[in-house]
């Protein structure tokens, strides 16, 4: 067996092997697909932090991503974007003072045995205090802020023990995984000590995992894959309805796969672009 998976294919998998299917063996999407602007604006803000790592324009990488302006879109904005890194960028030199930036926004490709090459794109790695630590960057407008709900998520989540592995076989040594939340809020009326108009928040969790956390990790990863290499040699995808009300193919799957619902309210895409950006 020979195959090449990240984390978001995964899951993807575990939580419906024929939406795995449907979006990655088949690349299908939406043909409808309205303009995402929580997850456009997430990139835009990823392009942004990683130019201004660079030392490039942080404007012209937001815009590149961003492109037209969305009419009445108040919150996903050129100008408020740019206000997002330059709170992050803040943030950081405030709570991470000297930190050396080691790589941003690169896709390193980790052996896992068995012939599984697990991919791990990580937003950032910083060497900072004599610890080297990958920085991973959450977008979110969610009203509840940053609080307790927001990071609990995070301590049982597989993408926390998948980039402390990558960052030990790139390194040799993980301090701990940075997670940094950028919350962007608007509001009409200043609202529990939050002024009117735009406003962002940002805060941060570490995380860590023991290296038997990291073993078990692995040998889950591996079963996992083993499972769906198994689907793709016999073309036999399992289904997971209770997921079905927020699922894309819902109208596909309803009409057990209708050519004619799928030329029309589908589209072919290339479902890999992300790791290629
Ligand atoms: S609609 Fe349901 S069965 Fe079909 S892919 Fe989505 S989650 Fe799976």
């Not at 404007?59 to 919150?75: C, F, M, S």
């Not at 083993?226 to 009300?245: I, N, P, Q, V």
């Amino acid at each position: 067996m020979s195959m090449k998976i990240d984390h978001s294919q995964l899951s993807t998998y575990q939580q419906c092997p024929e939406k795995y299917c449907l979006s990655y063996e088949k690349q299908l999407t939406r043909a409808d697909d309205q303009v995402n602007m929580p997850m456009l604006g997430g990139k835009a803000i990823h392009a942004g932090i990683a130019s201004h790592a660079k030392k490039q324009s942080v404007p012209d990488a937001i815009k590149a991503v961003l492109g037209q302006p969305q009419a009445g879109e108040r919150l996903y904005t050129l100008p408020n974007l740019i206000k997002a890194v330059r709170e992050y960028a803040d943030y950081m030199s405030l709570n991470f003072p000297g930190a050396e930036m080691l790589q941003t926004e690169k896709l390193h490709e980790m052996d896992l045995g068995d012939g599984i090459t697990f991919e791990v794109k990580k937003d950032a790695v910083m060497r900072w205090n004599g610890g080297v630590y990958p920085v991973e960057i959450k977008t979110t407008a969610r009203s509840a802020g940053l609080d307790q709900t927001f990071w609990k998520r995070w301590e049982y989540d597989e993408q926390v023990a998948a980039q402390i592995a990558s960052c030990i076989k790139e390194y040799e040594e993980c301090a701990g995984l940075i997670l940094v939340g950028i919350r962007l809020a608007y509001r009409q009326r200043a609202y529990r000590g939050e002024p009117a108009g735009f406003h962002v928040e940002v805060s941060h969790q570490e995380y860590n995992r023991t290296s038997e956390q990291l073993v078990d990790w692995m040998v889950n990863v591996r079963g996992w894959v083993k499972k769906l290499a198994e689907d793709k040699r016999s073309a036999t995808w399992g289904r997971h309805k209770s997921l079905c009300g927020w699922c894309d193919f819902d109208d596909l799957c309803k009409t057990c796969g209708d050519g004619e619902v799928m030329r029309t309210l589908y589209k072919q895409h290339d479902a890999y672009k992300y790791l290629k950006e």
